[in-house]
């Protein structure tokens, strides 16, 4: 049987940022990379943005080259997939049944995306975008379209909205909330932002479902709860994403919303740590536990997993920030950005930039959302660390 010192399963952004993290620490020991996907890890975010309406190209999402590996001395294995641990053994075992000896295992296997449950849900040739091969195969089916129906007005429904739009697409986006990105954006925001869609031509069909999707003479339809009928030469959703727990089936792992973790990243499992989309972890500075599905953050769990493999023992105390761009509205966020806190807001350009706080009840800051502010996410951690409380009124200028 193979035997590695280090072994990673999931070849995404955590993966190969533990790699990173092992030889900060461990110049020698063996390291087993095992991803399901045919390629070497690659950033995501480009799949919604550059890639579909910028200048990127395909080799130019790529975390690093494929030199990296071997001047890192890591044994690569794509396309195959894990389907058990044995954590009392230290034996991961492939699909099909050979087995790999560990010292030291890591977890990072993302997110799977999350499905429809509705007649025609799993029509061939829709989406369900998270990968790169999702975003070849709607490339190359770009230019023979004219229109798109999106399902979902989180992150992925509201970027790939306006990477099509942008793809000169007629564009029809169902969610039902009322707003986009009405789970973190304050209804002020989301307006500004919904007004914008709508001026570029994107039809909205808000407090709605899908109920029904077929497929005639090559053109998707899909019926609605509020009974409308959409239809569009594709059809992409980006409903959410449920946390890769399913090698957590056996053994004694505990998993709650996500594979739990405690600060130094080690799951229940001795020896075995889980970082990344998967990971369930208490969040220092809030003071809570969570599950963070951000490029940010997978970079930087990956990377202290990977030193805490290598005999660190360092706590994960960093505060992640995360990105997007809607058309001219591009943001970082920090914390916990949620309506259900209180949120204030202070523009520093009326509905185009400006900072907004996410306030706990005693007025402690949760969360921090920099719309058009840039070089300010030092200012924001600090501000979520203080702990203090503050008035609203007093919040004005605070990030400048
Ligand atoms: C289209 C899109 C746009 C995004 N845009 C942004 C953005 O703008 N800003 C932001 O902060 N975040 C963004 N994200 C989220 C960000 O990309 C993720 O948080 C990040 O990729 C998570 O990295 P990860 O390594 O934890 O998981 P993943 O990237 O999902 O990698 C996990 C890997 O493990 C593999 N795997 C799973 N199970 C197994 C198994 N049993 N055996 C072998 N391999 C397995 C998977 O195939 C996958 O390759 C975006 C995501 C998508 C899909």
Not at 79 to 102: A, C, L, M, P, W
Not at 193 to 221: C, M, T, W
Request: with cysteine.
């Amino acid at each position: 049987m193979e035997d590695y010192e280090y072994v990673i399963v999931g070849g995404g952004l955590a993966g190969v940022s533990a790699v990173k993290g092992i030889r900060e620490r461990d110049t020698t020991g063996s390291i087993f990379l095992v991803g399901e996907e045919k390629y070497y890890p690659y950033h995501r975010p480009p799949l919604s943005k550059e890639l579909l309406f910028g200048d990127d190209t395909v080799a130019d999402i790529f975390v690093e080259e494929e030199s990296f590996y071997s001047d890192h001395g890591v044994q690569n294995k794509l396309e195959t997939r894990i389907t058990d641990v044995d954590s009392d053994q230290k034996v991961i075992t492939d699909e099909k049944g050979v087995n790999f000896h560990y010292g030291k295992l890591l977890l990072a296997t993302g997110g799977h995306t999350k499905k429809l449950d509705i007649p025609g849900g799993d029509l061939e040739g829709l989406y369900y975008y998270r990968y790169l091969e999702d975003y070849k195969r709607l490339d190359e089916r770009l230019e023979k379209s004219s229109s798109a129906i999106v399902i979902g007005g989180g992150f992925i429904g509201s970027e790939l909205a306006a990477g099509l739009n942008l793809n000169n697409l007629d564009v029809s986006i169902i969610f039902p909330e009322k707003y986009l990105l009405q789970r973190i954006f304050p209804t002020e925001l989301s307006e500004v932002v919904q007004e914008d869609y709508e001026s570029r031509g994107i039809k909205f069909a808000n407090e709605d479902l899908p109920e029904k999707i077929n497929k005639h003479n090559g053109k998707y339809e899909v019926t609605t709860k509020q009974g409308n009928t959409l239809r569009g030469d594709l059809v992409i959703v980006g409903i959410g994403v449920s946390p890769a727990v399913d090698l957590c089936e056996h053994g004694d792992f505990d998993v709650f919303e996500g594979i739990e973790v405690n600060e130094y990243l080690e799951t229940s499992c001795h020896e075995v740590y889980a970082a990344g989309d998967n990971a369930y972890f208490p969040f220092a500075a809030l003071e809570d536990c969570v599950r963070i599905e951000h490029w940010d953050n997978a970079i930087h769990q990956g990377k202290l997993a990977g030193k805490n493999m290598a005999g660190a023992k360092e706590p994960y105390n960093y505060i992640p920030y995360f990105y997007s761009d809607l058309f001219d509205f591009g943001f970082e966020a920090l914390g916990e950005v949620d309506t259900h806190l209180n949120t204030f807001i202070d523009w520093q350009q009326e509905k185009r930039s400006g900072v907004i706080y996410y306030l706990s009840e005693e007025g402690k800051i949760r969360g921090v959302l920099l719309l058009g502010v840039w070089g300010k996410k030092g200012e924001a951690r600090k501000l979520i660390r203080r702990k203090e409380c503050f008035r609203e009124e007093d919040l004005s200028g605070t990030i400048g």
